[in-house]
């Protein structure tokens, strides 16, 4: 119930896909991080003015295949509160570690996370080699941001939840507690192999197979993932949301240009 409530929360989808998904196409992305100049243009908003494509009737055309690979967390780090971009040297530093680090688990295998939990893989899981079968983020290709947080602003956290919302899901897990294995509708929609987290919104990058394709017509916005190959359909042509009386998986999405 609560993942259905959530998800029925999206009306933003087509907007957030875009910010999101928009960081780099896969063909034109390098493994390095840009030049200076060119981070600077793709973050500040410096350099000459881009005009996008156009579709048939007139549409910004986003079709093709982009990723959205990237080491950018979804919310700021606590030691980066305030800090809303990256220096230069501070980027470089950051994809010379993730050279580093890919280098580590091609010779030794996926490193225990240390002491803060923030990186590397459970001790349990140390024996499996993500790399050995492409499985592991740094080898694809990343989209490099000088960003700290996918959340812009001051803050770059998700609000907290309000007092009501809080209170509902302190009952709904109180509820749940001790039936999690009574049945299948029990589990959660991922374990049942129904939903996955990263088809969104927001469309966040999975462990691999970070790789999304729009696809376009008259009135609708198609985004696939890679992972899963779930689509999400998204009507532009101004209708209203369905009835707030129907709950779906992946809520119902509704954008506009």
């Given at each position: 119930?609560?993942?259905?409530?959530?998800a029925?929360?999206?009306?933003?989808?087509?907007m957030?896909?875009?910010?999101?998904?928009?960081?780099?196409?896969v063909?034109?992305?390098?493994?390095?991080?840009?030049?200076?100049?060119?981070?600077?243009?793709?973050?500040?908003?410096?350099?000459?003015?881009?005009?996008?494509?156009?579709?048939?009737?007139?549409?910004?055309?986003?079709?093709?295949?982009?990723t959205?690979?990237?080491?950018?967390?979804?919310?700021?780090?606590?030691?980066?509160?305030?800090?809303e971009?990256?220096?230069?040297?501070?980027?470089?530093?950051?994809?010379?570690h993730?050279?580093?680090?890919?280098?580590?688990?091609?010779?030794?295998?996926?490193?225990?996370?240390?002491?803060?939990?923030?990186?590397?893989?459970?001790?349990?899981?140390?024996?499996?080699d993500?790399?050995?079968?492409?499985?592991?983020?740094?080898?694809?290709?990343?989209?490099?941001?000088?960003?700290t947080?996918?959340?812009?602003?001051?803050?770059?956290?998700?609000?907290?939840?309000?007092?009501?919302?809080?209170?509902?899901?302190?009952?709904?897990?109180?509820?749940?507690?001790?039936?999690e294995?009574?049945?299948?509708?029990?589990?959660?929609?991922?374990?049942?192999?129904?939903?996955?987290?990263?088809?969104g919104?927001?469309?966040?990058?999975?462990?691999?197979?970070?790789?999304?394709?729009?696809?376009?017509?008259?009135g609708?916005v198609?985004?696939?993932?890679?992972?899963?190959?779930?689509?999400?359909?998204?009507?532009?042509?101004?209708?209203?949301?369905?009835?707030?009386?129907?709950?779906?998986?992946?809520?119902?999405?509704?954008?506009?240009?």
């Amino acid at each position: 119930m609560i993942r259905r409530s959530l998800a029925s929360t999206t009306t933003l989808a087509a907007m957030i896909a875009v910010l999101l998904i928009a960081q780099a196409p896969v063909a034109a992305q390098a493994q390095s991080p840009p030049t200076k100049s060119a981070q600077a243009k793709a973050t500040t908003g410096g350099g000459k003015s881009w005009t996008p494509p156009r579709t048939p009737d007139g549409k910004p055309d986003l079709q093709g295949v982009w990723t959205n690979n990237t080491v950018t967390p979804l919310e700021r780090p606590k030691e980066l509160a305030g800090k809303e971009f990256y220096t230069e040297a501070e980027l470089q530093g950051l994809a010379k570690h993730e050279r580093e680090r890919l280098g580590q688990v091609e010779d030794e295998g996926q490193p225990p996370a240390n002491h803060s939990g923030v990186e590397g893989a459970p001790a349990d899981d140390v024996h499996y080699d993500f790399s050995q079968f492409g499985l592991d983020r740094a080898q694809a290709k990343l989209a490099w941001n000088r960003r700290t947080s996918i959340i812009v602003g001051p803050q770059g956290t998700v609000p907290p939840l309000t007092p009501d919302a809080r209170k509902r899901l302190s009952e709904i897990r109180a509820k749940a507690k001790g039936h999690e294995f009574d049945g299948p509708e029990n589990l959660s929609l991922g374990a049942r192999c129904l939903a996955r987290p990263n088809v969104g919104p927001p469309l966040l990058p999975s462990a691999y197979n970070s790789n999304l394709q729009i696809v376009q017509g008259a009135g609708y916005v198609a985004i696939e993932t890679e992972m899963i190959h779930d689509v999400r359909i998204i009507p532009t042509d101004g209708r209203p949301h369905i009835p707030e009386s129907i709950h779906q998986w992946y809520g119902d999405s509704v954008g506009h240009w």
